[in-house]
């Protein structure tokens, strides 16, 4: 199990890698989280939802994603308030002082899920959730030291260099921790060095000689890294673009407060010919953006709300004024409309809002939820589309005759106005298709010749190369054969 002295020091991307180098050695290799907090999520086969970090570490485990790879994935729908999926489905809605005296009952899935991950694995590879140095949250923890204790599982604790402390956070760590805690932890690693190396060995002495644990490597710094999608929403900025290109289109996406699968945009972010610009609440839309995008969302009348709050709304009027074009995905389809209900009171008080009637559309939040891969075409280009869908509610009007998307030649998803200038989808994972985004980019007057998912492949490859060179596996897979 790799635990981290903090949340985002990269436990995701260490899985991932280890994931794909110990799958080269030939070994049947799984990745587990037992509890994840992310709007960042993916669909299984089964029509489950895991976290969106557990597909990409079952991907570089070259194995499909399965739900027993994230048994509890808990998804925010407020500050204080969260969606709760057990093994795939949704269990309700739960405030944090709720979940905290229920998630010991949750142990049981936990470890169904993990016991059916390990019976076709030779390798089990569990990511722990934030720190086990929050003490304050070890009471029925199903997330690091409950889980590692229960499953009689050896730990590796990560920390981040890039953000200062690496030594006190470790050391930290250790001094909070009751004695069998300390115990289990076999080993620790540095992440995200920058510089030489060596110029650390010191550090890693005083680290051993205060804890007793010996250091497993220390990993360089890897910008191929920023190629594989992020799980916490802070990341959403981190893309960086390949090269200049001639001409470059903007594309604006206000950051809304509860913005969901928001890797959608990854395949935009990585574009030399696309410019996006991560607008921040307090900030306006950039008036001289040629796209707008509704990002996904996991509260559609919170975050409108939200968007209103900010005067977004106001600077999407403008920008359709100047024939400006926006586009909305599954949350954001439905904001663009006339009217959003929520007849069940499935987020809040039942009631009826306006939406930004940019779509002669109404949405109803109401009747099971859908979780499910989809494929098809884009029927405005004609080019192929794949992706999935997850989302409450279904959507109505006028503007439906214009439908965006065909999928699986069976039915229709989306609308757009009647000039073509604004249109809506439920399909997440779209700019994911080559095919597509070259022809969507086409029409803002950009060429692209960018090849996503060949360029994520290489950055597992990459990441896995990383590993194998700067941490020790050989001792780190005899530590779960000791198991």
């Known amino acids: 199990m790799i635990q981290g002295t903090g949340s985002n020091v990269g436990k995701s991307t260490l899985v991932a890698g280890l994931c794909r180098a110990f799958a080269r050695q030939g070994l049947a290799v799984r990745p587990f989280k037992p509890q994840n907090m992310s709007n960042n999520a993916a669909v299984t086969a089964d029509g489950g939802e895991i976290g969106r970090a557990q597909a990409v570490q079952a991907r570089a485990a070259r194995v499909p994603p399965s739900v027993h790879m994230n048994p509890v994935l808990l998804k925010p729908e407020t500050d204080t308030g969260a969606q709760v999926i057990v093994q795939g489905k949704r269990r309700g809605t739960l405030r944090a002082r709720d979940y905290g005296a229920r998630k010991a009952d949750l142990m049981p899935a936990v470890l169904d899920s993990f016991e059916r991950l390990s019976r076709d694995a030779d390798l089990v590879l569990v990511e722990g959730a934030g720190s086990p140095a929050e003490i304050n949250l070890r ?34 760590t250790y001094a909070v921790l009751e004695r069998q805690e300390r115990e289990r932890i076999k080993g620790f690693l540095i992440n995200k060095f920058r510089g030489d190396a060596a110029l650390f060995a010191e550090g890693e002495r005083a680290i ?43 594309i604006a996406v206000p950051v809304i407060a509860r913005i969901a699968n928001f890797d959608d945009l990854d395949p935009l972010g990585m574009e030399p010919g696309v410019e996006l610009i991560l607008v921040p609440p307090g900030q306006p839309l950039p008036g001289d953006a040629d796209l707008v995008i509704l990002p996904g969302s996991k509260s559609t009348i919170g975050d409108l709300a939200f968007l209103r709050d900010q005067g977004w709304d106001i600077d999407l009027l403008a920008h359709r004024r100047r024939g400006g074009a926006v586009l909305g995905l599954c949350g954001g ?150 198991r």
């Open 333 to 482: 389809y439905q904001m663009l409309g006339r009217t959003i209900s929520d007849p069940d009171g499935i987020e809040g008080p039942p009631g009826t809002v306006e939406g930004l009637a940019l779509l002669d559309i109404a949405t109803v939040l109401a009747g099971d939820k859908i979780t499910a891969a989809a494929a098809g075409t884009h029927i405005p280009t004609n080019t192929a589309i794949s992706g999935y869908e997850i989302h409450l509610g279904r959507t109505e009007g006028a503007d439906c005759a214009r439908p965006v998307l065909s999928l699986d030649g069976e039915r229709l998803d989306g609308a757009a106005s009647a000039d073509g200038k604004v249109a809506g989808c439920y399909v997440h994972g779209l700019f994911a298709a080559d095919s597509f985004r070259r022809a969507f980019l086409a029409g803002l007057g950009v060429s692209s010749e960018l090849a996503y998912e060949a360029q994520v492949e290489t950055a597992l490859e990459a990441l896995a190369d990383h590993v194998e060179e700067h941490l020790d596996l050989d001792r780190m897979l005899a530590l779960a054969r000791a």
């Open 139 to 172: 009471a029925g923890d199903i997330a690091n030291m409950g889980f590692a204790e229960a499953a009689e599982v050896p730990v590796v604790l990560a920390g981040d260099i890039d953000r200062g402390g690496v030594i006190a956070s470790l050391v930290g």
């Open 208 to 250: 051993a000689q205060r804890t007793g644990w010996p250091s497993l490597g220390i990993l360089p710094w890897l910008p191929a890294a920023a190629w594989l999608p992020a799980e916490d929403a802070l990341d959403i900025d981190r893309k960086g673009h390949g090269s200049a290109a001639p001409r470059r289109v903007r």
